[in-house]
């Protein structure tokens, strides 16, 4: 069975600076997906950035970044020029490519913007 | 307007009464799921659906029954509602594997 670690159960950063969230995983499996999740105060499950464990590029989306290191099973979420907004609880998540659908999440990292 | 809806957005009941939490999605998502979530345990799978009428267990399955008649509707009740079951509820829809899960607003359900 997969499992994920989320070793940062809070953090807090200026606004306008960039934080990265850490998260590892374990697997046995050579293809998969990853995600993150965004949580925000009112509840909702957002994603926030995909990657494809045999796509070697690390995914970006506009001011979301990761840094994917398959060998050392960590995936972890960069957030530059970081904004109000951001404050919000984040999930990393693995998902598997065989068999079915099942997301396994992380424990969740709580992050707030401090103005 | 397309998306997933859950309902009730939150609900209170007392122990031992059966209760019926509701998922729609517009999106016709072969794949979905029901999720509770508690402090300090994340996201945690309750069931799963691959297809209409095909069903499976999840991590914390004990005191909760799923089904899909129809592709779009994943009702989850409760049968014999405890304590140990107040937690906020998920619902989400994936298109197919590899794919993002899309989720509802979520459900806060409390057990007195």
């Known amino acids: 069975a997969q499992t994920v670690t989320q070793s940062q159960p809070e953090m807090s950063v200026q606004e306008a600076e960039t934080v990265t969230l850490s998260c590892t995983y374990d697997?046995?499996?050579?293809?998969?997906?990853l995600f993150w999740y965004k949580q925000p105060p009112s509840r909702q499950m957002i994603l926030v950035i995909r990657?494809?464990?045999?796509?070697?590029q690390n995914a970006t989306e506009n001011r979301f970044s990761v840094n994917f290191q398959k060998a050392a099973k960590s995936f972890s979420l960069k957030i530059s020029d970081s904004q109000l907004g951001d404050t919000a609880m984040y999930f990393c998540?693995?998902?598997?490519?065989?068999?079915?659908?099942?997301?396994?999440f992380g424990t969740g990292t709580r992050l707030t913007i401090i103005p | 307007d397309a998306g997933i809806t859950q309902s009730p957005r939150y609900k209170i009941t007392e122990t031992g009464r059966q209760v019926t939490l509701m998922c729609h999605q517009t999106?016709?998502?072969?794949?979905m799921f029901w999720y509770r979530q508690d402090l300090g345990h994340g996201l945690r799978l309750i069931y799963y659906?691959?297809?209409?009428?095909?069903?499976d267990k999840g991590e914390v399955p004990d005191g909760y029954v799923v089904s899909r008649s129809k592709t779009e509707n994943f009702p989850l009740t409760l049968e014999s509602a405890t304590r140990s079951q107040t937690s906020v509820y998920f619902c989400?829809?994936?298109?197919?594997?590899?794919?993002?899960?899309?989720f509802g607003d979520g459900t806060r359900l409390s057990i007195l």
């Open positions: 989400a829809s994936s298109e197919s594997r590899g794919h993002p899960q899309h």
């Open positions: 999106w016709s998502h072969s794949y």
């Open positions: 659906s691959a297809a209409a009428d095909i069903t």
């Open positions: 697997t046995s499996e050579n293809n998969y997906y």
């Open positions: 998540a693995f998902g598997p490519n065989f068999g079915n659908e099942k997301l396994t």
């Open positions: 990657q494809e464990a045999y796509k070697q």
